[in-house]
C-alpha cells in the first residue's frame, strides 16, 4: 500500500504476490489488490508500528468507517493472518 508516497506493509495479513509463483496467486493478488483499492478510496487512517525490514512503515490499517482493512480482506478470503511465521504458498 502505498499512502503519500510512503510504502506501507499492513499489519497482520499475508496477501497473495502480484508477480507471484502460479496463475492462481496472481488472480488472488489482483481480487485483493481490486477490493483494497475499494476499502481505501474513501480514506484510511494509520496506527503506525514502527517499519518492517524493508524499511516500509508498518501498520494498522483502517477504513473511513474504522474497519480494520486487514481483518476486512482475510474475512473475505483474500488474505490470511501474518503474525511472522513463514509464509505458505498460495499455489497449492
Known amino acids: 500500500l502505498k499512502c503519500g508516497g510512503e510504502r506501507v506493509r499492513v499489519m497482520g495479513l499475508d496477501a497473495p504476490?502480484?508477480?507471484g509463483r502460479c496463475p492462481r496467486e496472481v488472480r488472488q493478488a489482483r481480487a485483493a489488490r481490486a477490493r483494497?483499492?475499494?476499502l481505501v478510496a474513501g480514506?484510511?487512517?494509520l496506527q503506525p508500528h514502527g517499519r518492517d525490514r524493508y524499511r516500509r512503515l508498518l501498520a494498522v490499517v483502517r477504513?473511513?468507517?474504522g474497519r480494520d482493512v486487514a481483518a476486512v480482506l482475510i474475512r473475505e478470503?483474500?488474505?490470511r493472518p501474518?503474525?511472522?511465521e513463514r509464509r505458505?504458498?498460495?499455489?497449492?
Open 43 to 45: 480514506g484510511i487512517t
Open 82 to 84: 501474518y503474525g511472522g
Open 63 to 65: 477504513d473511513r468507517q
Open 36 to 38: 483494497m483499492s475499494v
Open 77 to 79: 478470503s483474500l488474505a
Open 88 to 92: 505458505r504458498s498460495w499455489c497449492g
Open 17 to 19: 504476490e502480484m508477480h
